[in-house]
């Protein structure tokens, strides 16, 4: 095979309780990426349809996991890559994710798979780190595995993937403001109360046993974020009459979804699903603010091969 064309999922990144360590992947948006191999060595970022991104490799999401990779494989060929953008930068729900992902899924395709999908994740973990300074796989995780995906350590990388239940399904509405990532991690205090970790340990612990159990009222009641939502919600417009409607609406719980400015709701069911994405599209109505709205079933197995 000397070419690729795959769908690299939108992802949600803390669900509320699981900063830094839970995500979860959806399935009705996503990027698509063609992925060609070339006789010269090397990583080309050849177009960037939907964004106006660097095409240096070096200095894009997809370019930086993409060398990260061949560095490591040094394949005798070298790749071209071609990114139809259909997730905003900033828009929280994993658009640098879904091109480093989608990029060193690709190439290790092309390779014949030396790698898992799983042995993937450090590599697209360099993309998110020039993206945001940081690298977290939160989102590359459940984008490469499917699923909600559990990092329980960082050193040494340990990634559980858990299934969702049937019906879950998520509601993703996105004000089309830019919140960088830098800058939402920027206003995170280095320091929590006891009190307030326990609660948060208690919600992620609930919310990993609703999901194995399809306790859907225990995966609602965990959908609590003590730590991150109280001082990151103020750069979000109208973040908690947003979740309220959702909740209003039958919705099981949400939140931010990764850094915002997008905002989620888990929901059973798809009808309850889209009654939450009718009532949080109300919130936004008339504000003056465009914004974007996804329903989505939880998708099983992350980046697809078209």
């Not at 490591?72 to 879904?98: C, H, M, Q, V, W």
């Not at 159990?213 to 939502?229: C, K, M, P």
């Amino acid at each position: 095979m000397d070419e690729i064309r795959i769908f690299s999922p939108a992802t949600i990144a803390n669900v509320s309780c699981g900063f830094d360590v839970l995500g979860l992947c959806l399935d009705s948006v996503g990027d698509e990426m063609v992925v060609t191999k070339s006789a010269e060595k090397g990583i080309r970022i050849k177009q960037i349809i939907g964004a106006g991104l660097p095409l240096a490799a070096e200095k894009n999401v997809a370019g930086v996991a993409a060398l990260a990779l061949t560095e490591a494989l040094d394949p005798e060929y070298g790749f071209e890559i071609t990114i139809y953008k259909n997730i905003k930068a900033g828009s929280g729900i994993g658009s640098s994710a879904a091109s480093a992902a989608g990029a060193v899924f690709a190439i290790n395709h092309l390779l014949g798979s030396p790698l898992s999908n799983k042995e993937l994740v450090p590599f697209a973990m360099q993309g998110e780190k020039l993206a945001s300074g940081s690298a977290h796989a939160d989102n590359v995780a459940p984008a490469l595995l499917g699923g909600f995906t559990l990092i329980r350590s960082y050193e040494p990388l340990d990634i559980i993937k858990i299934d969702a239940p049937n019906e879950l399904y998520a509601t993703v509405i996105h004000p089309q403001i830019e919140l960088k990532t830098m800058d939402a991690r920027s206003v995170l205090r280095e320091n929590i109360t006891l009190k307030k970790a326990t609660i948060q340990c208690g919600n992620i612990a609930g919310l990993i046993s609703g999901l194995y159990t399809n306790d859907y009222d225990l995966i609602g009641r965990s959908l609590h974020d003590e730590l991150v939502e109280p001082v990151r919600y103020i750069l979000i417009p109208k973040f908690k009459e947003i979740k309220a409607a959702a909740m209003k609406a039958g919705a099981l719980g949400g939140g931010i979804s990764g850094s915002g400015p997008s905002v989620f709701a888990l929901s059973r069911g798809v009808e309850t699903a889209q009654k939450a994405a009718q009532a949080m599209a109300a919130v936004l109505e008339g504000t003056g603010i465009p914004f974007e709205l996804h329903v989505s079933p939880i998708n099983p197995t992350g980046i697809k091969i078209l």
